[in-house]
Structure formats: structure tokens, C-alpha cells
RNA sequence: GCGAGAGUGGCGAAACUGGUAGACGCGCUGGAUUUAGGUUCCAGUGGCCUCGGCCGUGGGGGUUCGAGUCCCCCCUCUCGCACCA
């Protein structure tokens, strides 16, 4: 029997204790269970602050997935860790002076806490700490492996610089050209970088999307950033110079005889060298401008074409004339080339730039092999059939292509080509806190790796932050860091002083669960050949072409070099939608909290700012601290307890929707939760005679509860299994609201008990403190989640009666009882039955009728 | 501009391959118990209405016996990419 009323707070830490007393969650991955299962929700990133509500939101729905396939008799591992590694740490270090190991270490046991409250099913045996040396050893190890295998490489590259940071910033951490934490303008640099040659992998990356679950958006949005095109390399010789030639890439070679100029991008390699002296200073000026204009300018699409002439020419290889050579910003030196032969009659942006400057337009493909070029006032960029195009005339665009690749790849002039949009990875940071680069630059033998058994390249201890030139890394100013001696000379040389992006850490971090501890290698090659891939992995979709791209990459890097015999390591992912909050900016005081505004009366979302009493602006947004819209979690677990608000997040909506915060139905899933808890008290018979199911009833009210049973537990095993919390929950409550009154009456005490005790179990997963005390209660064994689930009998899934829609003439009339798989003859005959229903067909002809059985009856009359 | 997705009661949202639109919850209305409830329980709750019905899923067309669902056009919003040759 179980107390009088649901009082969640003790019963909630009394249930965390034995948990974890027990060691109920942890996964002895030594064994191969027959049905092993890998959860893996993305880990956290140790900040100081409170767990977000979207955390609890993601966790929550991830640990709900994890238990209902537990309970289901898989062997589930799921495990939690810290991606400790990252500029935030750094700069609160350099605002406060508190050491990020310090600060860091302090945040991850408050985290840790924080999750342990959660109640989720973590095994915190395997838990990691991407800012370990023993984690980022193996982040080192990685980069050699791949340096080895001509994957990583230093090379010069304009990067995003911030001057006040002080760093670069990885694109992600640029917003609207601006630096994403002071607001600074960012400007471009060049700088010496290390690159990971993830390009290499572009077509196994596009590949590889085939094989995998995962949200169809997310697998676009992959393609669209790796950017496969088809097209081929054409070669233009320089007019005076005929030995330099520029490569050019193009999807539409078949317009060739159509190109009048060509384009190179200001930083192309070749503009210093073929600029004439009459060109030279209008074309430095283009150039030092173009490097100066802000990322916004650059990228406006609505912006005029600018260029400048360079006083070169080249010669088309297939109409064998001089065309002149611009260059432009529009042409983007890290795309293709760098360069495009421009056919303005065809392209717009040539078409743009060629009006402007006054260059000439060739029509090369027709709709019709006649010329229009006089009608047009933009570019053609459609297929047709060529003209003026030699002997390729009168053949369609398609087939032209082709032959005039294949003609250039004979006259050793380019050919066919796949060009990718997807770019080298820059992992190189001017950061302290992150894992050091393991190389060595000597005086005589160049750069170094680190030799493997000389790994960890340890992180100081001691820096100090804001003592570096610009550009430098942190690690600059610390002598017994840089300073070592050569591996392969023995002589004096010095340490990289850079560190690697966090994106790195994390591109293995599924692998390093599985075995943390591990000393022999970046894992226990055995067990993750057991255990990987990842069965079910739930994350943000703002990782799709950051996170999930490298990891990928990693993935089948590994694969190749035969240390894992997968190549994909998530099999399938799904994606939380985000929880935002309403916002509200005030004329004067700028972002200030909901608890600051008032209402406005006579409005249901206007509020005033209650310090000057101004209409505020609302906004629907993302949770912010700079928006003071974030949600006091802790107010609600200490009101309603974890488990009402794990339940009440996931009530909300759909999970990959999200939502705006908003705690008005939190009672409600009070209430739910209160009456499942005052259900279990009603039970009265010994667990070891409930049935696992029963036969099924022979009165009409045990009936209903007994189909309400099988139902629900079929529609809840589903709905769990495919991501539909919320619809699982609704289907829980129609249960309740069936069962709540039949006990209250005569109930039969074992289907009764039956009913509660299924109930209770579909309840677990979302309320996991409630679930395990109601199990105790009902006297089963711990633990409820390794109880067997709730099974249902088919039989129990189908009404014997059915109420069949009626429609005359197409329109709803009304409705009859009929027997499940009634003939038309039966339904019809009930429709006469119906007083109401004949009256209608009263004096009319019936020409058809349309019956689908159990679902409706349409009769036409006329 | 390109790509993807979404528009359903006062609110959050349901609706399988076209087949009773609005399940479930919040809120609201009424009632019962409680001589206190921010408790619990019961009933009702899309709009209009002459109480027989009529109208309703962003707007307009269409297909169909039947459309929230399929097709065409338009509007709005969200997300991603953005001069990608």
C-alpha cells in the first residue's frame, strides 16, 4: 500500500540513492548481450551556469527512449561526459584570473550534480573529461594518425580574426560578421594554419548518407554543405605567356564558345604576376579593398559587381580568341579554382558584371537554335541546343558538355571534374585551453610529430593570459613549454604553440566511452567492435555540418585504416527541437526578465516594463542569458519534483518541435501523476497473481477496460519507440481517466491490478522515481526497469462494435452500431433502423453506395 | 535568391496508407463533496443558429462519393545556405 497522497520530493531522492547503491545503470560492456543497445545523448559542455531547460528537455527524452528499450530486455548503455575543452573557460579565465583547469574542474562537479538529479539511467563509471590528459592524448594520437596518412597539413589561410579576443574564431562563432562573444567587427587574416583534409573524403562523406537513419533535413543539409557539382576543368592560356594557363572550373563546359572574359578572385595566386604596369595600381587598390570589406559587404547578393581590369589576356581554347582577364569579388578564391571563364549570356552574374563593364555577350545556347540575344534583357541559363559553337553546333547542352570536356582532356587542356563546395578542416586555435598541437618545429629538420610515446603533449599549467603577440597562441609565452629538443636531430627546436579545436575532442569521444580507462590505444578495439556503433544518438540539429560532419570523417578515417570495421559511427539520430521563451525589450532598459514587465490588461501577451511602465517588445526566442529569458528550473523541480517536469517537458509538444516555454499545464501533469499514484493504492491482490495477461473478460465494463489495456500499451510501445512522447502521454491519460472510475466502483481486483500494474510501467520511463516506489508498492521486484514490458493481446486491440460514420450524399448524417466487419448489407439495414437516418433516405433513390468496413458508409441519393 | 519545414479552438497540441477534425492537457462554465482550500470528483466547452440545421484546418482554385491530408496558384512564418561558377 502506498501513502495517501503523491509527494514526490523524498520519494524522489530516496530512489536516486538506491540507484546508484545498487549500481543499477551501470553496463558491464565486457559482454556481447544479444540485443546491446548505445544510447548516446551529445555531452555537455561544462559552463558555470544551471542547467538549461533545454537540457532537461534533451536528456530527459533521451534517458525516456533508453529505459522503454531497457524494459524491453535490451542490454542499454548509456553514458554521459564533459567537453571541457573551449574558449569560454579561457576568457572567463583572463576576466576573473581563475585558471580554466580550476574553473572547469568546479563546473563539471557542479554539473555532474546536476545531471545525477535528473534521474536519468548514466553509467557514471564510464563518465569522461575531454580536458584530461588521459582523453586528449588519444585527441594527439588522432592528429598524428592522420598527418601520417597525408590527411593533416600546414598551410597559409585567411581565417576570422577577432581583434579583441585577440583569436580566430571558427565560422560558427561569427555572427552577422561579428565576433559572437564582444561584438567586434571580425576581419580576415592570413594566417599559417593546420587543416585536416576532410575534402578528401567528400564523396564517401555523400556516400555515406545512404546507409544511415537520420533526419532526412539533416542528411540535405550535409549535402548541401559538401556541394558535389559535376562539371569539368578548363584550361585558358595567357596570351603572351601561352606555358601559364588558368584553370578554371565549370558545370556548363558546353557554354565555352560563350565565354568573353574570364574572372579571377582578388586573391588569386597568378594576379600579382600577369598585371600589367598600366593595370597595377587600380588592381592593388580592387584588392586591398576587397580584403578589406567587412564579411557582410562581401556577401550581399544584392550588392553591384565591382572589378578591376588586370591588363592581361587570355585566349579561349576553343574559339581561340584573346578575352580579357578581370578580377572580382565576386569570384571566390576558395571555391573551385578561383577563377571562372565568364559567359555573361548565359550566367547572371557574368551577364551583370559583362553590362556593367561594357564587355561583350556571345549567345551560345538556344531554345530553338535561333538567336534571341537581341530580346534578352538578363541572362539564358537554361538548356537548349548550341550556336555559334563551331562544330558543336545544334547539339543539346548535355551532350555538348560532355564532348567538349572529352575534347579538352584530349588537347591536354583539363576534362570532366566533380568540384566539391566542402573545405579543408581548420582545427588550428591561438587558444591556451584546448589540446595542444603535437609538433615541433626544428631549426633543421622542419616540423616534427611528436613521437607517439612521448604523448600527452601536456597543457602548462602555468600561463599567463594577455602576454602573446597577436596572432600567437597563449602557449607562445611559456618557456618550458616551447622549448624542447628535436625527436629526429636531438638539437634545440621549439614546441607548436597552437591548440586544436574542441571539434576535435569530440569526433571520438563514442568510441572512448566504451572503454575511458583505456591505456593501450584510443580504445578497446574489442569492445567497440562489440558495442559501435551508436544505436541511437539525439543532439542538436545546429551540429548538422559542424560536429556530425568531423565525426563522421573520424569515423571512416579509422575505418580505413582498419581499426574499426564500421564507417559511419551513429547508425541513427533524431533531433530535439529547441525551448524557447518569450523575450522582452524594453525602450529604456533594454532585455529585461518576465519577472520585470506586468500585464497589460485587455491583452494576453503585452506586458510593461514594470520599472518605467513602457510597452516592451516581445519576442519569441531562443533562451538566452543576454535575453534574461532563460527558466528558473529549479523553482519548478522544487515545487512539482523532477519527475512531474521531466513528464511535463515531454507533454509539451512533439520533441524534434520544441516549443515556447510556457508552465501553465505543469498541473496537469501533477494531477496525472497524482491520480497513477492513487490507482496503485486500489490495487488489493498479491503481485505473484497478476496475470501477465489476462483472458480476455466476458462483461460488457471489463471489457472496455481490458481492450482500454491492450491498447494502450500497444500505442505507447510505439509512440515511445518513435520519438512520440507526447501523443504516449495523452494515451496514459485516456487510460487513467477510464481507470480512475472503474476502481472507484466494483472493480474486478485482478484486472484491476492488471491495468494499474501495466500502467505504472508505461509511466516508468517518464517518471522513473514514481515508477520504481509504485512498483515497490504493487510488490514487484526492483526494478521496474527490468521488469518485462507490458504485453498486450491483438485481440484486445479491436472493438467487437463499431460506430460507423454515416454520410448521404457525401455530407455526415449521423452514425450506427454495427458489428466489427459488418457487410454492406448489415449497415445498411442498420442505417434503415435509424429513425433519423431513414427519414432522410425517405422518397429518394440510393444510385451508389460507398462502404469501407469499420470505417464509414457513404450513400448517394438522388 | 536557393533548399527544407510549418500555418488546425482562448492556449499547448492530436488526427494511421484521403474516411466522424480538434484526442490529451491547460484555461473557462456549471454542479457535487469539502462548513477552508491553489483538494478531489462529475458534466459541459470550435463558431453561428429561427434548434431543423449551417459554417469551420492561412487565402483562392481543382481532383474525389468524400480533402487538414492529394494537385495548381498565392500569402505568412521558422530554420539552413547564401555571388558555389
Known amino acids: 500500500m502506498v501513502a495517501n497522497r503523491y509527494e514526490p520530493r523524498e520519494l524522489e531522492s530516496k530512489w536516486r540513492t538506491r540507484w546508484e547503491e545498487s549500481g543499477l545503470y551501470r553496463t558491464d560492456l565486457s559482454q556481447t548481450p544479444d540485443e546491446r543497445l548505445y544510447v548516446l545523448v551529445m555531452f555537455i559542455y561544462p559552463s558555470g551556469a544551471k542547467l538549461h531547460v533545454g537540457h532537461w528537455f534533451n536528456y530527459t527524452a533521451t534517458d525516456i527512449w533508453a529505459r522503454a528499450q531497457r524494459a524491453r530486455g535490451k542490454t542499454v548503455f548509456m553514458p554521459m561526459g564533459y567537453d571541457a575543452f573551449g574558449l569560454p573557460a579561457e576568457n572567463y579565465a583572463i576576466k576573473h584570473g581563475i585558471h580554466p583547469a580550476e574553473s572547469t574542474a568546479a563546473n563539471i562537479a557542479d554539473i555532474r550534480g546536476q545531471l545525477a538529479a535528473m534521474g536519468a539511467m548514466w553509467d557514471w563509471d564510464k563518465e569522461l573529461n575531454t580536458s584530461a590528459p588521459e582523453y586528449y592524448r588519444w585527441t594527439q594520437w588522432f592528429f598524428l594518425k592522420l598527418l601520417e596518412h597525408d590527411l593533416a597539413y600546414k598551410a597559409e589561410a585567411p581565417v576570422n580574426w577577432c581583434p579583441d579576443c585577440k583569436t580566430v574564431l571558427a565560422n560558427e562563432q561569427v555572427v552577422e560578421g561579428n565576433c559572437e562573444r564582444c561584438g567586434r567587427e571580425v576581419v580576415q587574416r592570413r594566417m599559417k594554419q593546420w587543416f585536416f583534409r576532410i575534402t578528401r573524403y567528400a564523396q564517401r562523406l555523400l556516400d555515406g548518407l545512404e546507409t544511415i537513419d537520420w533526419p532526412e533535413k539533416t542528411k540535405i543539409m550535409q549535402r548541401n554543405w559538401i556541394g558535389r557539382s559535376e562539371g569539368a576543368e578548363l584550361q585558358f592560356a595567357l596570351a603572351d605567356a601561352p606555358a601559364t594557363r588558368i ?30 604596369a598600366a593595370q597595377r595600381a587600380e588592381v592593388e587598390a580592387y584588392c586591398l579593398a576587397a580584403r578589406k570589406a567587412t564579411e557582410i559587404e562581401r556577401t550581399s547578393t544584392v550588392r553591384e559587381k565591382t572589378g578591376a581590369f588586370t591588363g592581361a589576356w587570355a585566349i579561349n581554347p576553343f574559339t581561340r580568341q584573346p578575352i580579357p582577364i578581370w578580377i572580382a569579388d565576386y569570384v571566390l578564391a576558395s571555391y573551385g579554382e578561383g577563377a571562372i571563364m565568364a559567359v555573361p549570356a548565359h550566367d547572371q552574374r557574368d551577364w551583370e558584371f559583362a553590362v556593367k563593364f561594357g564587355l561583350p555577350i556571345v549567345e551560345v545556347v538556344s531554345p530553338d537554335g535561333q538567336e534571341h540575344l537581341a530580346e534578352y534583357d538578363q541572362a539564358y541559363p537554361a538548356q537548349g541546343v548550341l550556336i555559334h559553337s563551331g562544330e558543336f553546333d545544334g547539339l543539346p547542352c548535355a551532350e555538348a558538355g560532355r564532348r567538349i570536356a572529352e575534347q579538352a582532356a584530349s588537347r591536354g587542356l583539363g576534362g570532366p571534374r566533380i568540384n566539391y563546395r566542402l573545405r579543408d578542416w581548420l582545427l588550428s586555435r591561438q587558444r591556451y585551453w584546448g589540446a595542444p598541437i603535437p609538433m615541433i618545429n626544428c631549426p633543421d629538420c622542419g616540423a616534427v610529430p611528436v613521437p607517439e610515446d612521448q604523448l600527452p603533449v601536456l597543457l602548462p599549467r602555468e600561463v599567463v593570459f594577455g602576454q602573446a603577440q597577436e596572432g600567437e597562441s597563449p ?25 586544436m579545436d574542441t571539434f576535435v575532442c569530440s569526433s571520438w569521444y563514442e568510441l572512448r566511452f566504451l572503454s575511458p580507462g583505456y591505456t593501450d590505444g584510443p580504445f578497446d578495439p574489442e569492445v567497440v567492435r562489440r558495442w559501435m556503433p551508436v544505436s541511437q544518438y539525439v543532439g542538436g540539429a545546429e551540429h548538422a555540418v559542424g560536429h556530425l560532419l568531423f565525426s563522421r570523417f573520424f569515423c571512416k578515417f579509422l575505418h580505413d585504416i582498419g581499426m574499426v570495421p564500421f564507417d559511419e559511427p551513429f547508425a541513427k539520430l533524431n533531433h530535439q527541437g529547441m525551448i524557447r521563451r518569450m523575450a522582452y525589450h524594453c525602450p529604456r532598459h533594454g532585455w529585461i526578465a518576465f519577472e520585470t514587465t506586468t500585464p497589460v490588461e485587455g491583452s494576453s501577451s503585452a506586458r510593461d516594463c514594470s520599472l518605467c511602465g513602457q510597452r516592451t517588445s516581445v519576442f519569441d526566442a531562443k533562451v538566452s542569458k543576454s535575453k534574461l529569458n532563460s527558466v528558473d528550473t529549479g523553482v519548478y523541480l522544487e515545487q512539482y519534483g523532477v519527475d512531474t517536469f521531466r513528464t511535463y517537458l515531454m507533454f509539451m509538444g512533439h520533441f524534434s518541435d520544441g516549443g515556447v516555454w510556457d508552465d501553465s499545464g505543469i498541473q496537469g501533469i501533477q494531477r496525472f501523476l497524482a491520480r497513477v499514484y492513487r490507482l496503485a493504492g486500489t490495487v488489493t491482490v498479491p503481485f505473484a497473481t497478476i496475470p501477465r495477461l489476462p483472458e480476455p473478460p466476458t462483461t460488457t465494463a471489463e471489457q472496455e477496460v481490458w481492450r482500454k489495456v491492450n491498447r494502450t500499451v500497444q500505442k505507447v510501445g510505439a509512440d515511445l519507440t518513435s520519438f512520440d512522447f507526447n501523443t504516449a502521454l495523452a494515451a496514459m491519460m485516456e487510460l487513467t481517466n477510464v481507470l480512475v472510475p472503474y476502481a472507484d466502483g466494483q472493480p474486478d481486483p485482478t484486472l484491476l491490478a492488471w491495468a494499474v500494474r501495466s500502467l505504472v510501467q508505461l509511466v516508468a520511463p517518464f517518471a522513473p522515481h514514481l515508477g520504481e516506489e509504485l512498483w515497490e508498492s504493487l510488490g514487484g521486484p526492483y526494478s521496474v526497469v ?9 485481440a484486445g486491440l479491436v472493438e467487437d462494435q463499431v460506430t460507423l460514420p454515416v454520410q448521404i450524399g457525401g455530407k455526415l448524417k449521423g452514425t450506427v452500431q454495427v458489428p466489427r466487419d459488418a457487410t454492406s448489407e448489415e449497415c445498411l439495414a442498420a442505417v434503415l433502423a435509424d429513425a433519423k437516418l431513414a427519414r432522410l433516405l425517405e422518397g429518394r433513390t440510393r444510385v451508389k453506395e460507398i462502404h469501407v468496413p469499420n470505417r464509414m458508409l457513404n450513400l448517394i441519393v438522388r
Not at 558546353?254 to 600589367?276: I, K, Q, R, S
Not at 527490468?786 to 491483438?794: E, K, R
Request: proline residues 16%; contains cysteine.
Open 247 to 276: 584553370k578554371v572550373f565549370t558545370t556548363r563546359p558546353d557554354t565555352v564558345f560563350g565565354a568573353t572574359y574570364m574572372v579571377l578572385a582578388p586573391e588569386h595566386p597568378l594576379v600579382p604576376t600577369l598585371t600589367t
Open 475 to 499: 602557449l607562445a609565452t611559456v618557456p618550458s613549454f616551447v622549448e624542447t629538443v628535436c625527436p629526429r636531430c636531438g638539437g634545440p627546436a621549439r614546441r607548436e604553440t597552437e591548440t
Open 786 to 794: 527490468d521488469a518485462p514490458w507490458p504485453a498486450f493481446d491483438p
